[in-house]
T-cell receptor
């Protein structure tokens, strides 16, 4: 069974640029959640995708957007990068809805640095 | 809305000793889950233990156990017989149970050092 993978591992961008981060969910999982973890902080929920539809969003501006594909992999796009976007971006996949508990399995993260 | 507070930025323990990490939470949900996650320096977040709020019995996973005090909204993690591999950042988290959008709400974390 393949776990959650993310690419790239590290990324350096400059202010104003756009970035795309990728996540492959664990086999059989149809739900993907994205989190932003600033240095020294706990992860903050960005949004969640379930069967290719956005299913909840945290307190992040519209320049944070996402996609989920038919194979349930996902992308996180950030436009007009700001210095404060520098963080570790975590992707987590889970089995989906319909049960009371869905354990989220995390990927290793993408470290984004904005200069 | 849910909030999670970890008041201990750092803790240290001697190898083979016991340590307790504290967490308090607040939630408007009638049913919810509480979690402890471990994030080693390699960054991959790993679930350590979870507690279903409607269960009064405290969860236990090998050397890890929790003290869940629902009325006090307290959820502490006890690590017994600490090992060097337990050194990591530990996050307390909560999520609603059932329905959709079961996002995790995390605390700021406690950095645990294990001394040989």
């Amino acid at each position: 069974e393949t776990g959650v993978t993310q690419s790239p591992t590290h990324l350096i961008k400059t202010r104003g640029q756009q970035v795309t981060l990728r996540c492959s969910s664990q086999s059989g999982h149809n739900t993907v959640s994205w989190y932003q973890q600033a240095l020294g902080q706990g992860p903050q929920f960005i949004f969640q995708y379930y069967r290719e539809e956005e299913n909840g969003r945290g307190n992040f501006p519209p320049r944070f957007s996402g996609l989920q594909f038919p194979n349930y992999s996902s992308e996180l796009n950030v436009n007009a990068l700001e210095l404060d976007d520098s963080a570790l971006y975590l992707c987590a996949s889970s089995l989906g809805q319909g049960s009371s508990y869905n354990e989220q399995f995390f990927g290793p993260g993408t470290r984004l640095t904005v200069l | 809305a849910q909030t999670v507070t970890q008041s201990q930025p750092e803790m240290s323990v001697q190898e083979a000793e016991t340590v307790t990490l504290s967490c308090t939470y607040d939630t408007s949900e009638s049913d919810y889950y509480l979690f402890w996650y471990k994030q080693p320096p390699s960054r991959q977040m790993i679930l350590v233990i979870r507690q279903e709020a409607y269960k009064q019995q405290n969860a236990t996973e090998n050397r890890f156990s929790v003290n869940f005090q629902k009325a006090a909204k307290s959820f502490s993690l006890k690590i017994s017989d600490s090992q060097l591999g337990d050194a990591a950042m530990y996050f307390c988290a909560s999520s609603r149970a059932g329905g959709s959008n079961y996002k995790l709400t995390f605390g700021k974390g406690t950095l645990l050092t294990v001394n040989p």
